[in-house]
């Protein structure tokens, strides 16, 4: 066994106790660690009470110039006890949320629908506590309005912007980064360099400790003492660099040398954790759960939970009745186009896989002409087959709107990956990696991918990717606010209607 990255001043340590002492203050950067991380986290929290202080201040400042006489200081005061509230209920939360704890900042991006959803929460809390006080006729509607409007947005941009400065600055020297012992087989610890850029890591590398490779003709006893003898010289370094966390690199298939890591590394003043290879890095959100008497490693939940199921469900049914009778108008002057234009019937209903790849006929407005017995062709730019209405309702999305039915009706959502024809999914399913999992929920008539610019003819494997990419992302990072967002942006964005034909 050999050890590696060693601190230069353990190679010669002075004899006087002054010396010494200030060689441990440098290999035993505690203290000042733990201030650097408290003041850090503390900045991200700071900003946050500052950028609805700035808005709200504001605001008040802008109302009273506008419509009051009285002094200064009393709209000011009113500001400050609604940012106070709004302030308290969104760090609190975020705090007991750990999302101002630094690994959490390093590890993911600011989560701007979690931020939306903590905005409308406080505002909630504001609410009862303003009725409960019967202070609510203290703050003018208009302020409240602009206050609530502003707030979001700039909350939003403050912090993602404090979350981008303080991933930038987080190096590996930096004093408040976690200090990490590495042990394992030397394959092991290599691949995790090669895999591992030092500067994105977030944490700095103290020690390695290289176990040997156990000779496999050797008897029990020697294999035993030969580990026992690299573990106990492992924790007699790790004892003396006294590292924040300790990372066991051993595979989870070599059972019996994992579990006397285990044990070794418990008896010091360390994290312990363990690392199976790369695996886990594809899930930034793992947890240990429990299901009945049985623990394991959460990987992935379902998509949406029973909650989030008929949040979604309520919302589909109200939106889409709505539209359905107010459009209607409008449906019916595209169908008696679509009969004038060209023969056929006005409806294109063709089999799709749905949720849980269950098939269903999906309804769109008929814009090529009919071809009853044709083989399935995906439609090319110019494609021949296309009427002159067909043109203008696929450049305006138009022909998606029958697909509200099939919301009615349950099979389909308003937002949610889009559904392929059949041979396309057969085909690409075998082709692209984690396809099927678009079928973990509704599909929808717009999605995050459609609005992206990703749709229409897709000539190569990549182009499918590019698409799965974006639902995968919408499954995993679901919110009511986010297929808002979608139908807004699926009207007004210019990328909406990228590539249609």
């Known amino acids: 066994m050999f050890h590696d990255r060693l601190p230069e001043t353990f190679q010669a340590l002075p004899e006087a106790a002054e010396h010494r002492r200030n060689v441990w203050s440098a290999v035993l950067p505690r203290r000042g660690r733990a201030v650097a991380r408290i003041g850090l986290s503390s900045a991200l929290a700071f900003t946050d009470v500052l950028a609805i202080l700035a808005v709200t201040l ?16 009393l709209g000011s005061l009113r500001g400050l006890r609604l940012s106070a509230l709004l302030s308290l209920v969104i760090v609190a939360t975020t705090a007991l949320r750990s999302e101002y704890n630094l690994d959490n900042v390093i ?17 909630a809390a504001l609410l009862v506590v303003s009725f409960m006080t019967k202070t609510t006729n203290d703050y003018s509607r208009i302020v409240s309005i602009g206050i609530f409007l502003l707030g979001l947005p700039t909350l939003m941009a403050t912090r993602d912007l404090m979350t981008r400065v303080v991933r930038r600055r987080l190096t590996a020297g930096s004093a408040s980064v976690s200090r990490v012992h590495l042990v394992g087989y030397e394959d ?15 944490l700095r590398i103290v020690g390695t400790s290289y176990l040997r490779r156990v000779d496999p003709g050797a008897d029990t006893a020697t294999r035993h003492d030969q580990l026992q003898e690299d573990l106990d010289l492992a924790v007699s370094v790790v ?11 051993v595979p989870w298939a070599d059972t019996a040398e994992v579990e006397r890591c285990i044990d070794a590394f418990l008896r010091v003043p360390s994290a312990l954790h363990l690392r199976p290879g790369t695996v886990l890095d594809r899930f930034p959100d793992l ?7 049985v623990s394991g490693i959460n990987i992935g939940r379902r998509p949406l939970n029973l909650g989030e199921v008929l949040l979604k469900r309520a919302f589909d049914l109200t939106v889409s009745a709505i539209a359905l009778v107010s459009l209607s108008p409008l449906l019916v002057a595209i169908a008696v186009a679509i009969k004038l234009d060209s023969r056929g019937p006005v409806f294109f209903r063709q089999k799709r896989y749905g949720f849980n790849q269950q ?11 009919a071809e009853p017995d044709a083989a399935f062709r995906q439609a090319t730019r110019n494609d021949s087959r296309i009427t002159r209405v067909g043109a ?8 998606e709107l029958p697909q509200l039915i099939n919301v009615l009706r349950g099979e389909m959502s308003l937002v949610g990956p889009r559904p392929h024809a059949l041979a396309h999914d057969r085909s690409f399913e075998r082709r692209i990696a984690l396809y099927a999992r678009r079928h973990n929920v509704r599909p929808g008539i717009t999605g995050w991918a459609q609005v992206n610019g990703f749709r229409g003819e897709t000539l190569t494997d990549l182009d499918m990717e590019r698409r799965v990419a974006c639902d995968l992302h ?16 699926t009207i007004v964005s210019r990328r909406a209607y990228r590539n249609a034909f």
């Open 58 to 73: 504001c605001i008040e400042f802008g109302y009273h110039v506008a419509y009051e006489d009285g002094p200064l200081w």
């Open 107 to 123: 590890a993911r991006k600011a989560n701007l629908q979690r931020v939306a959803s903590l905005w409308l929460v406080a505002w």
């Open 392 to 399: 203008f309702l696929r450049r305006t999305n138009l022909d």
């Open 474 to 489: 919408y499954i995993d990072n679901w919110s009511i606010w986010f297929d808002i967002q979608i139908m807004v942006q």
């Open 287 to 293: 947890q240990v759960a429990r299901v009945g008497g």
């Open 359 to 369: 098939p269903f006929g999906v309804f769109k407005f008929r814009s090529m002409r």
């Open 239 to 249: 004892r003396f660099l006294r590292p924040d966390d300790v990372f066991v690199l």
């Open 188 to 202: 092991d610890i290599t691949r995790f360099y090669a895999a591992n850029e030092s500067e994105n890591l977030g």
